[in-house]
């Protein structure tokens, strides 16, 4: 018999009509975007729905508009450019993404790798992952692997096990992450029997998706609370995405919650410029506005960095909110949390210049008490 989470996803939505079971909507206008984007929603995360356009329905069922985005890219991120093979991303120096699923226990209608995820478009045959291997082995400036797709733990324990035997025994490979979003939308996947195969190949990192407070329920904590238990350390990549989270009180709700069940908040996407997505956008400055309702307001574990993957394949660029007002050779004007202006004196031990002036600088620093 099946393993839980097997017989669990074999009951996944993936036909408008079961859709209209639970949601009386008219579905008709999803075939047509279904046969574009594929639609696949697990029972479970199907059950996490409450109402129609809840922040969990927008992330699951498809929508029109996904035909209907006049300024989307397929490859925005340009990965089909920076891949020396079939499936595997090498943009930064020392650490390559491989793609070695093209299956998810949810297709998000946001996904970034719209353009093949839950599609025949690509095979991923064990050559496919022998040919990322063998470019892995012969190119020992890598020494961080992250496995990805679609999900790596739609793949079953033995074939995620040959990959991490294989990048184990190459010892230029330090560190491997895992990006899955199985802790949230198939929480079931996460077995003791998967844990105690993934520790015996530490440092194994896992970079996990949660997008909205409700994702987090008894089925997912369990899960993470395996994987914590396991060794293995968790961060949570989110999107930031219209009519779902832009808000800084969802999404400080959020991270407190994610630390609460052992994830660090690790990044906070602005979207990409994919093609099928723009109703999902929202400004920049949305998501700036956010970190600065985080920073200092809550404990600094629980604020994400903020990034714009740069359009074309220039890798991610940390965005931050503006703290510091000017800098000089002697004195930083800096702004806290709650838009206070501090001034932090550059006194330094090999400066000569700020020896002879540190007494004044000292005197006339407001905040040095005497
Ligand atoms: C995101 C990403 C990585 C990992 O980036 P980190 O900032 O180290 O988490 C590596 N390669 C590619 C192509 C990526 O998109
Ligand atoms: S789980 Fe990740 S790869 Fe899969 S559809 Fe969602 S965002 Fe895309």
Redesign the pocket.
């Known amino acids: 018999m099946d393993e839980e989470w097997k017989q669990i996803l074999k009951q996944s939505i993936t036909r408008p009509e079961q859709i209209n079971r639970k949601f009386k909507i008219d579905v008709s206008s999803l075939r047509a975007v279904i046969s574009k984007y594929p639609m696949r929603i697990s029972k479970y995360y199907f059950d996490l729905i409450n109402q129609v356009d809840d922040a969990i329905w927008r992330q699951c069922v498809p929508s029109p508009l996904e035909l209907n985005d006049p300024f989307g890219f397929d490859d925005p991120l340009n990965e089909e450019g920076q891949s020396p093979t079939l499936g595997l991303v090498h943009r930064y120096p020392d650490r390559v993404l491989m793609c070695v699923s093209n299956k ?5 209608r ?5 353009r093949k ?2 599609k025949q478009v690509i095979n991923y045959s064990k050559e496919t992952l022998e040919a990322q291997l063998q470019y892995i082995k012969a190119t020992p400036i890598i020494r961080d692997v992250l496995l ?4 790596p733990l739609l793949l079953s324990d033995e074939q995620v096990e040959f990959a991490l035997k294989k990048l184990r025994a190459m010892p230029h490979v330090e560190v491997i992450r895992i ?1 899955s ?1 199985v802790p949230c ?1 198939l929480p079931q996947r996460i077995t003791p029997k998967l844990c105690n195969m993934l520790k015996k190949y530490h440092p194994v990192y896992m970079n996990i ?1 949660f997008n909205h407070p409700l994702e987090i329920t008894r089925e997912s904590e369990r899960a993470c609370s395996l994987l914590a238990d396991a060794g293995v350390p968790l961060g949570s990549q989110s ?1 930031l995405l219209k009519g779902v989270n832009d808000n800084p009180d969802v999404i400080k709700n959020l991270v407190q919650k994610l630390l609460k069940i052992r994830v660090k908040p690790y990044y906070l996407f602005q979207m990409d410029i994919v093609r099928g997505t723009y109703h999902f956008r929202t400004r920049v400055e949305t998501g700036i506005n956010i970190i600065d309702s985080l920073v200092g307001h809550t404990s600094g574990l629980a604020v994400p960095r903020y990034i714009i993957d740069s359009p074309g394949g220039g890798g991610k660029i940390p965005i931050q909110p503006d703290y510091i007002q000017s800098i000089k050779s002697d004195r930083v004007t800096l702004k806290n949390y709650e838009g206070k202006t501090f001034f932090y004196p550059q006194i330094l031990p090999d400066e000569e210049i700020n020896q002879i002036r540190a007494p004044s600088l000292i005197r006339n620093t407001k905040w040095v008490s005497k």
């Not at 998810?104 to 998000?108: G, W």
């Not at 990805?148 to 999900?151: E, L």
């Open positions: 998810c226990a949810t297709y998000c946001f996904c970034t790798r719209k995820v839950g990805s797709g679609g999900d990006g979003r939308t998706h999107v």
